[in-house]
């Protein structure tokens, strides 16, 4: 199916913008919605209704939809990271909004000592940030999800490291943007702990260089202008095409190319699920729609997908 072959399930009238009415979990009240922030919305959207079961629906929903699935995958952007304590980059109010990130690119910190410069006396700061976060409800969810063996893997945009944090193991984490829990260098390759270079930073090193070669040391992380990592990205892109439940959690989708990867699975015939607390451009194809915190969320559906997996097993 082309993109534009793509239907908004919304289009026959059926979609309703939902409220979320969770207060046995402490979960903050917001609209399902579709059409504010410049989306387009599709037609035949009716008022939110009132009564409190339409937002626990949606959860059951969820957790029927990851029980009956054979390859359910998982999509994290960084709603789920801000959860953490770590700071969005491209949202309002984010990093993007108090340094500019044309100073921060791939071909500033390559090309120049001065962008180097520059580069590691912001990544000092964020890497403290980093390092120092611990996972939260969502990546402790999703890591659940594994054990239960009901997760195909996990494909991130997050660069902190968190998902392995929670114990899900490395060879289910697909990192679109790198980690930044590592370095190398980019003439002979040696690598580095991210903390060793840390280290260097507080100790008054403004360019770390390589101790091997004196070569450029660089993050495993993917810079303004840099190619996204083709292994990754080919990988993450596959696992979509095969999955038969993509499930969005945290991403504001509009950060290409890994903002295609809910599409490639909807093509392909899965079922699409997005929670995230504001619109994506994505909304109008989801099968559910959950506007809200991604934590309390996850952790709601993974309860109920135990609950779904236990009762199953003692049916005779």
Known sequence: MSERGLCPRNRGGRYTRLRLALSAVSLTRNRFACGRGGYPRPSGVGAPPSEKGSGMR???????????????????????STESGIPDFRSPGGIWGRFDP?????????????????????????????????PNAAHYAIAELHRL??????????????HQKAGLPPEKVIELHGNATRARCLTCERPYSRDEIQEWLESGVSIPACTSCA??????????????????TL???????????????GS????????????????????????????????????????????PVMAEIVNRVKSRLAGSRSVP
């Open 58 to 80: 949606e959860l059951d929903r969820v957790a029927e939809l990851i029980v009956r699935a054979e390859r359910p995958v998982v999509f994290t952007g960084a709603g789920v």
């Open 149 to 162: 063996g009901k997760l195909d893997c996990c494909i991130t945009q997050n660069i902190d490291n968190l």
């Open 102 to 134: 044309d100073e921060f690119t791939y071909q500033n910190f390559i090309g120049t000592e001065e962008g180097r410069r520059k580069y590691w006396q912001l990544g000092r700061q964020l890497y403290a940030v980093v390092r120092n976060a611990r």
């Open 252 to 295: 504001s989708l509009v950060v290409s190319p890994a903002a295609m990867m809910p599409l490639h699975a909807k093509r392909a015939g899965a079922k699409l699920v997005i929670v995230n607390l504001a619109e994506t451009p994505h909304d109008p194809y989801a099968d559910v729609l959950i506007q809200d915190k991604a934590g």
């Open 235 to 249: 990988e993450a892109e596959s696992r979509a095409k095969s999955s038969d439940l993509f499930v969005v959690v």
């Open 215 to 232: 070569g450029i040391i660089k993050p495993n992380t993917i810079l303004f202008g840099e190619a996204m990592p083709a292994r990754e």
